[in-house]
Every structure is written in structure tokens, then in C-alpha cells.
């Protein structure tokens, strides 16, 4: 997939968001609305809008699209004798004021921290991170280099650890873990529970012989469960329900339905 390719996929799929057709129908509306004309339209756009983004920042509604996907796969507790744990990037900051965990944003520091754990698990395993960013050069801070700098302070030998630094999304991290990893060795996959799910089924496809080992943060069980007021809408709704709804718009491109 080229850079261009790439930031294109990423605004479609930016437009495909629940929030977009909100944000659209209110603005359509409220220009309507001061225009001063079509106004039956404009209050029908208005009202529609205002209902979905209700929806929407409903905890209830980010239960119902999350919580299938999110616990799909329990924690690994007892994992199998794997040679390889692999860890995909979620993301990292290229500063380097920043110390190295400061760099990983909360889905990748969560996702190494149960990586790591899974490989002191393994006698003789290796850990991959992966995870690269647009216009990589050699002194580009990706997600493998921000993740493999955490887990040399965490007590993981240098030499154990594989960086894949230039897969932009899934599917090429998976590309790439299929390149090194030989297909009658198993894998410990890691990633943020949400996104197992799409994870593991494209590895799976590309001949990898992974065993899911989810990682949090998880979202959905506490949403709207603790006391009545955390059942009212809120932002940590939408942002799940938007993070669900992703995964699953992926995993409806790459043929698969979670």
C-alpha cells in the first residue's frame, strides 16, 4: 500500500464514522435554518441528527456494538509453549523530549505490558513489536522502536526482540510476521482486546499460527454498570462505540464478520 493510498484509506474510512453523518445533518440543518428556507427539511435534519448523536454517546449502544467483539477471546492466563509473542503497535509519539513509555499512546503501553508478561512466560521466545508510521526514515520513532526501548527497561534482552517498523495497518504487520515466522511455529499474538478479533483472522489467513492473548484497556464491562449516572451519555461512549465501529467496518472490508 503506498503513503498516498494509505492517508486516502484513512479519510474514507474517517467519513464512514458514526460522527460524521451526525456532524453533517446538523450542519446541513442548522444552514437550512438560517437560510430560512426548506425548513421543514432543515428541522427533520436537525432533530435526526440530535437523536443519533444521543444514541450514540449512549453507554448501552457502545455495549451492544463493543462488548461481542472485546470478549470474543479471554484473557491468556495459561498460555501454550509458543517461540514467538507479538505485539502490534497502537500508536506512538515521535518526540524525543518524552521518555520512552511517555511515547506509546495507552493502547500500545497496554499491549507491551501484556506482551512482556506473555514472553517471560516463554523459556526461549522471541517478541516482536510492531508498528510503523507514514514517511518513516531511520530516525523516525515508531511504535517497534518506542515498544522495543519500554521492554529492554522492562528486562526483555535486546537481542530477543524483532522490530517490524514498517507496517502501516494489520494487515502488514501480518505480512511482515509471516515473512519471519516459519509456519509450523506458534505465535502468542497480542493486541488490545477490541481488535483480536480482525487480528487474529487476518494472521490466521496469512498461515500464522497465533494463539489470542488479549490485551485491555478494556471498555465495555463497566460502561453504564457502576451507579445511574454512568449510564447517561458521555464521551468514553462514542469513543468505544467508535473504536467498535471500526473493527468492525475492517473486518467487513477484509471479508470477515466478526
Known sequence: MSLDTFQWAKVMA???MPVSPVLLLLICGTVLLWWGRAR??????VTTGTALLLLFTLPGTARWLGGPLEHAYPPL???PPASWVVVLGGGALDDPALPPPSRLRPHSLARLAEGVRQ???QPSAKLIVSGGAPDTTPDTV???DAMAA???AWGVPEEAIWRSRDALNTEQEARAVARWVPPEERVILVTSALHMPRALALFRQHGIDAVPA??????????GRAHWGDRLPGAEPLYVLELSWWERL????????P
Open 14 to 16: 474517517s467519513l464512514a
Open 40 to 45: 421543514r427539511w432543515a428541522l427533520a435534519m
Open 77 to 79: 492466563t495459561t498460555p
Open 119 to 121: 514472553f517471560q512466560l
Open 142 to 144: 515508531t511504535s517497534a
Open 150 to 152: 519500554v521492554a529492554t
Open 214 to 223: 488479549p490485551a485491555g484497556p478494556y471498555w465495555t464491562p463497566g460502561l
Open 250 to 257: 475492517g473486518a467487513w472490508w477484509q471479508g470477515d464478520t
